[in-house]
């Protein structure tokens, strides 16, 4: 059919070669996605739930991690809301991974950390995006450490222990949205990390939409206790990437690595999440 020339044509017009599309790599993806060998369920955890286009890009890339892993990625919503200590083995005990993605404000920040507990105390994979990992220092801080009111200044300024606060040049400075850390920035990785083993290099970059950071001031304190603060900046100045090595697998970054996962080049993050749900 002449429709199906019409790239030939063009590219004849313009004295280009038409080889043929490589098309291996697609069709070895379309065929691992028709043809799952089992299936997994993943709970979001998160605030904006009810409206599930708010948290596409990280419902496409589990999809794109099922696919490498050929199985099924079945999401169940969970409204950060309704988790306390009272609903949460209702809840989640059906689950094969926890997520907790990005968000802004107060709301829903104690069933979060709440999730996150469960995730480390179970041993249930876990994954944190963003505010997601915020909460995973926090949580940390609170219940293992033992700073019980620690907290994120965004979301508790008169915590007395300020486990997510501002770098100490934007103390002040009021343009909250000139302060954001935007776009790609590089991060090293720890070679002895779970983060280096799925990335399978040193240097990598992920794209950033936040404010606030780990407070150096505990990082110390953090790894004596058992996290491993597995990616830092390149100056070493911010915490990129947290993990527990005695866990099957909980870790989580600043950055928001689902925007960079492909149907046929899954983020390596959201890869190896879903195989510890599977594996699980």
Not at 118 to 131: D, H
Request: hydrophobic share 35%; net charge negative.
């Amino acid at each position: 059919m002449e429709q199906e020339r019409l790239a030939q044509v063009a590219c004849e017009c313009l004295h280009l070669a038409c080889p043929e599309p490589d098309l291996a790599d697609w069709k070895a993806m379309v065929e691992a996605l028709r043809t799952p060998t089992g299936e997994v369920t993943i709970a979001i955890v998160g605030k904006y739930v009810q409206l599930h286009d708010a948290y596409i890009s990280v419902v496409e890339a589990l999809k794109h991690g099922g696919i490498s892993n050929r199985v099924t990625v079945n999401i169940k919503w969970i409204d950060s809301e309704t988790v306390t200590a009272e609903t949460i083995e209702t809840l989640l005990d059906d689950v094969d991974g926890i997520l907790v993605p990005g968000g802004f404000g107060s709301r829903g920040i104690e069933g979060k950390i709440c999730a996150i507990t469960y995730a480390r105390t179970r041993k249930v994979p876990f994954l944190g995006l963003c505010l997601g990992m915020q909460l995973s220092i926090v949580e940390f801080a609170r219940n293992v450490i033992g700073f019980s009111d620690a907290h994120s200044i965004e979301l508790n300024p008169g915590t007395t222990h300020p486990v997510i606060a501002l770098m100490p040049d934007q103390n002040g400075v009021e343009d909250i949205g000139g302060t954001l850390r935007l776009g790609s920035y590089p991060c090293i990785l720890d070679k002895s990390s779970k983060a280096y083993e799925l990335y399978g290099e040193e240097t990598i970059h992920e794209r950033h939409r936040h404010r606030y950071e780990v407070n150096n001031d505990y990082r110390t304190v953090l790894t004596e206790h058992g996290m491993k603060l597995s990616g830092i900046s390149p100056d070493g100045r911010i915490v990129e990437m947290c993990e527990l090595p005695d866990h099957p697998f909980f870790l989580a970054t600043q950055g928001h690595p689902e925007l960079k996962s492909r149907p046929n080049r899954p983020h390596p993050l959201f890869k190896g999440f879903v195989d510890a749900a599977c594996k699980k």
